[in-house]
């Protein structure tokens, strides 16, 4: 069996603006990256959505942005290494806390939008952010969202790192990701075949019609894709005929 984790952005909404399809998505993953209430996310919806993760047996991760709710986190931001370090260790504080209370596995750290875009850009700032998490605890999971990134986390021999992909976006030939305004609503099917042959294959067809490695052991799936419940269906339809198994970052890294 060829083990596999399918992560999910969650716990985006706040307030009361509403973000995503946690309840009909969760079932179906099997790792949760949670807002830590900057980018998104607030201290209820937290709570609420790591108590939805402990009820289908679901690792929980942080996924730490910036401190940009108005930009949901995703504008550039002027900070030191030494700054976003802060910024994903107090919002990896706040949500284990959560993850204590419920009697959940927390796992891993995936950061989002400009604090990613930062990351990859800068080997200084992710070197402060890896030695960071490892200062809090040196079990947590890197999960890394591109190469730049992954290949800084290799020079850390104690830093458990997991490599991700993406089956509902397009792949430039470079491994970059197009990613479109405007969500669009992938075919199932399509996504389906991208997931076997990451899995099982290590690769992927990019927009050019060319394969392109993505040796990766974490597929994540966009929780507020028009059609994520179907596609997340489609996927798991796909899983036992392949010899493929679902696992939590925790049983792979």
Not at 51 to 78: N, S, Y
Not at 114 to 143: C, F, P, T
Not at 182 to 205: C, N
Request: aromatic content about 6%; glycine content about 8%; charged content about 25%.
């Amino acid at each position: 069996m060829v083990p596999i984790d399918i992560n999910c952005d969650m716990g985006e909404s706040f307030g009361n603006w509403n973000m995503g399809n946690d309840e009909a998505v969760m079932p179906y993953i099997t790792s949760a990256n949670i807002a830590g209430g900057y980018h998104a996310g607030d201290p209820h919806v937290m709570r609420e959505t790591v108590a939805l993760a402990a009820e289908h047996d679901v690792g929980v991760g942080i996924h730490p942005g910036l401190p940009d709710k108005m930009g949901f986190g995703r504008r550039t931001m002027a900070a030191s290494p030494e700054e976003v370090r802060d910024y994903v260790v107090y919002q990896l504080g706040a949500l284990r806390a959560f993850a204590d209370q419920h009697d959940v596995t927390f796992q891993h750290v995936k950061p989002h939008g400009a604090m990613y875009s930062m990351l990859s850009e800068s080997s200084e700032h992710s070197r402060a952010v890896m030695e960071g998490i490892l200062d809090v605890d040196d079990n947590l999971i890197y999960l890394a969202t591109d190469m730049n990134i992954y290949e800084v986390t290799e020079e850390y021999d104690d830093l458990r790192a997991v490599f991700e992909g993406y089956v509902d976006l397009d792949y430039r030939s470079d491994r970059s990701l197009i990613v479109e305004q405007e969500k669009v609503a992938p075919d199932p099917e399509l996504v389906a075949d991208r997931f076997v042959s990451i899995a099982t294959e290590g690769e992927v067809e990019a927009a050019t019609g060319e394969m392109i490695d993505v040796p990766a052991d974490s597929i994540c799936i966009h929780g507020d894709s028009p059609n994520a419940v179907e596609l997340l269906e489609a996927i798991h339809n796909r899983v036992e005929e392949h010899d493929i198994e679902l696992v939590p970052l925790d049983d792979i890294a």
